[in-house]
């Protein structure tokens, strides 16, 4: 006998419909399945653990599903993605926000796991190299290197006269102190160092003098720390990326021909307009002037700030999903080089997604290409120093 398939079953079922959403109340028809306000599922059958574990299982499909897509799109149609998103198409793609952050944090677990395991056998390749014979040279290395910087001249500021100086200055100077005396005396108590120096034990004087500790712990362990920098860079290009867009928006504009806005202001309505330019000597000159300012500042765009941002993700996504893929063929290599090639690779995807995704001709977007990556670098060189010093400094 034949069944038609397309009959509801389970809890879809007819004999479950309700009347009544049961998350926000919304009055429902027998045929709703589901409810038209917030979208959940008009069902009144209890929840059981076959039916708990199908629904999730349809969920990991359905966003696997937006995954292979999003995926597929961005490899293989680059700027076409984020043209296809800001013109409604958004069912079969992932968010590009959310999806930007879940690739970002696999990305650096999965690479702290490698660094991990590679540093593994780095130590243990030192272990051995250290019961080596050459154990005794690197040792007389060592202490060679402390005794030279025993034997530096020490240079001493008192808190009277290091306030006399400007705020940088001051500071700056404090640091030298602090850290020519830390390497000098060993003491890594920064209050009996300060009361060695005769400082006050200001809040600011003792953690500044702590740092001198943490950069010991950066020379015996570089690897731990550029593992905590690398920790946070995708919250650095997460909140750097909408400042990037700014500038998105001042090359990406047009304006308005001249001797057109001239025509609209020559047909003002506005009765000082018409004054100023039908019926004084200067009317002429007023005209110009004002078609000159409103040429200047007002600009269309064929593309707004958040179009802008959802490009600047996908491409970052792109960029963060080679990373990732290059990451176990680079462990077995033994160095970056497929990370290299990808990153060789990058600015040809960069500079075709532009050209899909903005519509413009080869000539003017290699114009803006050139023009945004040296702001990119400039801008980003600067932002990601101050970042990164700030949580070098809470390290």
């Not at 397309?6 to 007819?14: D, H, I, M, N, V």
């Not at 250290?130 to 290197?145: G, M, Q």
């Not at 990406?252 to 001249?258: D, G, I, T, V």
Request: hydrophobic share 40%; charged share 20%.
């Amino acid at each position: 006998m034949y069944k038609n398939n397309s009959t509801p079953t389970g809890r879809k079922s007819l004999k479950y419909r309700g009347k009544q959403c049961l998350n926000c109340g919304t009055p429902l028809d027998i045929s709703d399945r589901f409810c038209p306000n917030c979208g959940q599922q008009n069902s009144t059958q209890r929840l059981t653990v076959f039916n708990y574990f199908n629904e999730l299982l349809m969920s990991v499909i359905t966003y696997d599903s937006r995954i292979y897509y999003t995926v597929s799109d961005l490899f293989l149609k680059p700027g076409t993605i984020s043209q296809n998103y800001i013109s409604g198409k958004r069912v079969r793609y992932a968010n590009p926000f959310r999806f930007f952050l879940s690739v970002s944090i696999i990305f650096f677990l999965v690479s702290n796991f490698l660094d991990f395991i590679d540093q593994k056998d780095t130590d243990q390749n030192i272990k051995l190299f250290s019961n080596s014979e050459t154990e005794d040279n690197l040792n007389d290395s060592i202490k060679d290197s402390i005794d030279a910087t025993d034997s530096e001249d020490f240079t001493y500021i008192s808190q009277k006269d290091i306030d006399t100086l400007s705020f940088f200055n001051k500071n700056a100077r404090k640091v030298v102190l602090f850290f020519e005396f830390y390497q000098k005396e060993s003491i890594t108590d920064p209050n009996i160092a300060l009361d060695s120096l005769k400082y006050n034990k200001t809040k600011f004087n003792v953690w500044l003098y702590k740092k001198n500790k943490v950069i010991d712990q950066i020379k015996e362990n570089p690897n731990e720390f550029i593992t905590y920098i690398k920790g946070k860079t995708p919250f650095f290009l997460f909140f750097f990326t909408p400042l990037l867009s700014i500038f998105y928006l001042l090359i990406y504009f047009r304006w308005y021909p001249f001797d057109a806005i001239k025509q609209s202001i020559q047909r003002s309505n506005r009765k000082e307009i018409q004054f100023l330019v039908h019926k004084t000597k200067a009317g002429s000159l007023f005209l110009n002037v004002l078609s000159f300012f409103y040429w200047i500042f007002r600009v269309r765009r064929t593309v707004n700030y958040m179009e802008h941002l959802v490009f600047n993700f996908h491409v970052l996504i792109f960029i963060f999903l080679g990373l990732l893929l290059c990451l176990l063929p680079d462990l077995l290599v033994g160095k970056d080089l497929f990370s290299m090639i990808f990153l060789l690779i990058s600015p040809v995807y960069f500079y075709k997604a532009m050209r899909n995704f903005y519509k413009e001709n080869r000539i003017l977007t290699l114009v803006k290409f050139f023009a945004i990556n040296i702001v990119f670098l400039t801008v980003g060189g600067i932002a990601a120093l101050f970042f990164f010093t700030g949580w070098a400094a809470i390290y």
